[in-house]
C-alpha cells in the first residue's frame, strides 16, 4: 500500500509498512454493536456487514467496542473481510488519527524530507 502525495503537478508514492501491532484495533475500533440487530455490525467494501450476536446485552442506542472484539493476538480474526475502514487506515485525510502509528509516523518523516526539496505536499489518496 502506497501514499500518494502530490506538489504543483509531482506525485510522490510512499510505501506504508504495517507494524502489526495492533494499536488500531485497540484504540479506534471499527464495530458497533446495533441493538436493533442485535449484532455488531461495521461498514465493508460490500455495504453493512453483520458479524457476531451478542446475549445478554440491554441497549438501546449503538455502541462502539474497543478493543476491537475481532483482535485476537494482534491479529485481525476477520482479515478477509474486515471493514473498509479498517483497509484503508491510515491512508486517508485523517491520518493515524493519534493512534501512534508507526508506519504512519514513517511516512510523514519521509513526506516531511521529500517536502524539503518539492515544497509542500498534499494528501492525495492511497494505492493498494
Ligand atoms: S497502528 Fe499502524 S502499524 Fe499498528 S497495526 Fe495499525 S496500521 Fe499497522
Ligand atoms: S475488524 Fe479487524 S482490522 Fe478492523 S479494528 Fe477489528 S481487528 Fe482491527
Redesign the pocket.
Known amino acids: 500500500m502506497y501514499a500518494i502525495y502530490r506538489s504543483e503537478g509531482i506525485e510522490v508514492a510512499i510505501p506504508f509498512e504495517c507494524r502489526m501491532c495492533g494499536k ?2 485497540e484504540k ?4 458497533v454493536y446495533d441493538p436493533s440487530k442485535g449484532k455488531i455490525i ?1 461498514e465493508a467494501d460490500l455495504g453493512l456487514f453483520e458479524y457476531v450476536e451478542l446475549n445478554d446485552v440491554e441497549l438501546k442506542s449503538p455502541i462502539l467496542i474497543k478493543p ?1 472484539p ?2 485476537k493476538d494482534n491479529r ?4 478477509e473481510i ?2 473498509k475502514s ?1 483497509r484503508e487506515f491510515p491512508l486517508t485525510e485523517r491520518g493515524d488519527m493519534g493512534v501512534g502509528c508507526e508506519g504512519y509516523r514513517e511516512i510523514r518523516a519521509k513526506a516531511k524530507a521529500v517536502e524539503k526539496a518539492l515544497g509542500k505536499l498534499e494528501f492525495a489518496g492511497r494505492l493498494d
Not at 479506534?28 to 464495530?31: F, K
Open positions: 488500531c484495533c479506534l475500533s471499527q464495530c461495521a476491537c475481532f483482535l485481525c480474526a476477520i482479515h474486515r471493514p479498517c
